[in-house]
């Protein structure tokens, strides 16, 4: 088992940052998991934010491209998700996921699932 743990979510203005967090832990995690974000407002589907691979391959969603930078540290078990120039059609929350070998924007993907961080960003 695989567990996720987000934190850093919170309220901010309109272009403003937010850095989130997302340790992983459990025997069978290992990092060659890809790590990825997905989001959800209220009333709308869970949608993809951003993935990143065992080789630091990283991938976008469109919405979010040049403002958002997913990394990792697997020293740390640990991804994290740089928000800049936030808007406010990016309140939702944001949610961690984990799944091995290759990266996907399916939610229904994903084996793992970290259990939320709400971001609310005020226009």
């Known amino acids: 088992q695989v567990q996720l743990v987000e934190s850093g979510g919170g309220s901010v203005q309109a272009g403003g940052s937010l850095r989130l967090s997302c340790v992983a832990s459990g025997r069978t995690f290992s990092n060659y998991y890809v790590m990825s974000w997905f989001r959800q407002a209220p009333g709308k589907e869970r949608e993809f934010v951003a993935t990143?691979?065992?080789?630091?391959?990283?991938g976008y969603a469109d919405s979010v491209k040049g403002r958002f930078t997913i990394s990792r540290d697997d020293a740390k078990n640990t991804v994290f998700l740089q928000m800049n120039s936030l808007k406010a059609e990016d309140t939702a929350v944001y949610y961690c996921?984990?799944?091995?070998?290759?990266?996907?924007?399916?939610?229904?993907?994903?084996?793992?699932w970290g259990q939320g961080t709400q971001v609310t960003v005020s226009s």
């Open positions: 990143i691979n065992w080789r630091s391959y990283t």
């Open positions: 996921a984990a799944r091995p070998n290759y990266s996907t924007v399916v939610a229904g993907d994903y084996d793992y």
